[in-house]
């Protein structure tokens, strides 16, 4: 099973790395809108103020507007272990990897644990009936061994991905399955070359109907 057999030339070098792209524009439009910055506080202070600095973008609490992740009630070494490797570099982002690299892993871990206790709530979401049925047909092929009970499970090492915003869940699905970027998790990337670009855009609505 090659992993990477996708041709690399720089010719499609634009083309490819348009989804992560697509999301920084929109938070630097977002950042210029609310007058969020990247500069963090130093001092030690309590998780839910500390979390204050990420409420711009991933709402109040973690329950982000579109297109934005929704982080409320992540599994708690989930997170400690995404932020530590968006500060290390070793995840790609737009945006994440110079925010995280403000923070302490003490001041991760105190994020982790509060985001933790949030709710997850999943919105209301717009989605076209054809594709959630294509995209409930492939997650219970290849998905759904892993992202258990329509994608409502998770794990220390497995997110949620039930009730995601749509338009992240196609976005961060492009990037595993275009493997530009090393991303941390090689065996999504395995399982992701299996698809067709079409079933990606099916999943993300099938997971946006779930609650
Ligand atoms: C300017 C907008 C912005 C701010 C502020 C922001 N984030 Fe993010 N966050 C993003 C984007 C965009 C992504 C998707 C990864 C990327 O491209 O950087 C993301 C992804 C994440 C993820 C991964 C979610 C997943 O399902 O894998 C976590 C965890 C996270 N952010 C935590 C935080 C925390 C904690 C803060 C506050 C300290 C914060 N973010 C502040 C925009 C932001
Ligand atoms: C062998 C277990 C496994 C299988 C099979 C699997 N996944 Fe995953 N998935 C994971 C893990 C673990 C992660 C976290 C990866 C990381 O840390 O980068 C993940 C991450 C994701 C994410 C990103 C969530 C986020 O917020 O960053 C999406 C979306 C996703 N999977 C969808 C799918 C779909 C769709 C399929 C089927 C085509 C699938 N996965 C198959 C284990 C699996």
């Known amino acids: 099973m090659a992993t990477n057999t996708k041709n690399k030339g720089i010719d499609t070098m634009a083309v490819r790395s348009e989804p ?8 630097t439009l977002f950042m210029s809108a609310t007058g969020v910055t990247l500069s963090v506080a130093a ?4 998780s839910p103020t500390l979390s204050n600095n990420c409420a711009g973008c991933h709402g109040t ?18 997170f400690s272990q995404v932020m530590r490797q968006f500060k290390s570099g070793d995840r790609p ?10 923070y302490s892993d003490r001041e991760i871990d105190e ?19 054809t594709l959630v049925a294509r995209g409930r047909k492939i997650h219970v092929e290849k998905c759904e061994v892993c992202h258990k009970d329509n994608g409502r499970y998770q794990d220390a090492e497995t997110p ?17 399955w275009r493997v530009e970027r090393d991303m941390p998790h090689r065996f999504m990337t395995i399982i992701l070359q299996q698809l067709k670009s079409g079933d990606l855009s099916a999943l993300a609505h099938f997971y946006a109907d779930q609650r």
């Open 93 to 102: 982002a737009t945006i994440m990897g110079r925010l995280a690299r403000g």
């Open 43 to 46: 001092a030690p202070i309590p």
């Open 20 to 27: 992560l792209t697509r999301l920084l524009l929109l938070c």
């Open 61 to 78: 609490f973690g329950h982000s507007a579109q297109p934005m992740p929704i982080i409320a009630g992540l599994s708690e070494s989930y």
């Open 160 to 176: 949620r991905i039930a009730g995601q915003w749509r338009e992240y869940l196609e976005i961060i699905l492009q990037e595993y």
């Open 111 to 129: 994020m982790a644990a509060f985001f933790a206790t949030q709710l997850w709530m999943s919105p209301q979401q717009e989605v076209n009936p």
